[in-house]
């Protein structure tokens, strides 16, 4: 089972950037597709971003062209880009391996905490 570990996260004004990052206890040669979720209060876990070691990277719409997924097999390390961020980008923020498009891998992490707030 692999263990992720997220961070980053922080209070940042509408049309400003952040950097997530997450560490995998495991390597990420061995986890075909991993992706970044979020969680807004009271709600399901939705997928972000997504991608593979064959180079398929997807986003939803509502970030497509301002967040930005790339991993670092070789330090076992996921980032996500954000940029131009909205206050509905709000949400805690998970990384996971992805199973079957869009379901999670394994046990979540901590996930860190994403506000977007003037």
């Known amino acids: 089972q692999v263990q992720w570990v997220e961070s980053g996260g922080g209070l940042v004004q509408p049309g400003g950037s952040l950097r997530l990052s997450c560490v995998a206890s495991?390597?990420?040669?061995?986890?075909?597709?991993v992706g970044w979720y979020r969680q807004f209060s009271g709600k399901e876990r939705v997928l972000v971003a997504v991608s593979t070691l064959g180079g398929y990277i997807n986003y939803p719409a509502s970030v497509k062209g301002r967040f930005t997924i790339s991993r670092d097999n070789a330090k076992n390390t996921v980032h996500l880009q954000m940029n131009n961020l909205r206050p509905d980008d709000t949400a805690v923020y998970y990384c996971?391996?992805?199973?079957?498009?869009?379901?999670?891998?394994?046990?979540w992490g901590q996930g860190t905490q994403v506000t977007v707030s003037s």
């Open positions: 996971n391996g992805v199973d079957g498009a869009k379901y999670p891998a394994h046990d």
């Open positions: 495991g390597s990420l040669f061995d986890i075909s597709a």
